[in-house]
Antibody, heavy 117, light 109 residues
């Protein structure tokens, strides 16, 4: 049973870069032809897909965030990461990392990131 | 890309059935049989309930079923139980993205 755990700063200043890491346990991030994904959810609002990285290393991003987002993988640590630049208060949300083929079958518990000075 | 369209809320009494719709376009819901549904209780991560339009993951009650017609997918919950009260999100996978619906709050009366 694969497990995912988000980690990173819970508070980021406006205009800075949000950085989160997802550690995968119970399976190799390099195998199984999965998309490793990031999704966020502002308080009281719906889910927003941020982007995904495939086992091969190819990436897809939400067009509305594409200019600010980078998702990468560190297979040696069985981790993948999210970087979101030039953040504003609108980026305050719970950030989930997840594993997917077409459907998302495993989710992390979520990490609250607040953008505030 | 636009979010998929779901009703904001639905309600039903215990034992009844409800259906939640999810409308996309011919480029997402209509183009792929990769519609999934997620249940989210307050403060919890979403849980996969239906994948590839009609399939249930192991452990999900057979009271949950999915279907699709054209650009609209649907989730039906039969024999409503109090524990079904939650937010439900549809999602559509495409070759370049994943789309979510805005979510539907299910209230069990």
């Amino acid at each position: 049973q694969v497990q995912l755990q988000e980690s990173g700063p819970g508070l980021v200043k406006p205009s800075q870069t949000l950085s989160l890491t997802c550690t995968v346990s119970g399976g190799s991030i390099s195998s199984g032809y999965y998309y490793w994904s990031w999704i966020r959810q502002p308080a009281g609002k719906g889910l927003e897909w941020i982007g995904r990285i495939y086992t091969s290393g190819s990436t897809n991003y939400n067009p509305s965030l594409k200019s600010r987002v980078t998702i990468s993988v560190d297979a040696s640590k069985n981790q993948f990461s999210l970087m979101l630049s030039s953040v504003t208060a609108a980026d305050t949300a719970v950030y989930y990392c997840a594993r997917a083929r077409a459907a998302i079958d495993s989710w992390g518990q979520g990490a609250l990131v607040t953008v505030s000075s | 890309q636009s979010a998929l369209t779901q009703p904001a809320s639905v309600s039903g009494s215990p034992g009844q059935s409800i259906t939640i719709s999810c409308t996309g376009t011919s480029s997402d819901v209509g183009a792929y049989n990769h519609v999934s549904w997620y249940q989210q209780h307050p403060g919890k991560a979403p849980k996969l309930m239906i994948y590839d339009v009609t399939y249930r993951p192991s452990g999900v009650s057979n009271r949950f079923s999915g279907s699709k017609s054209g650009n609209t997918a649907s989730l039906t919950i039969s024999g409503l139980q109090a524990e079904d009260e939650a937010d439900y999100y549809c999602s559509s996978w495409t070759s370049s993205s994943t789309l979510f619906g805005g979510g539907t709050k299910l209230t069990v009366l």
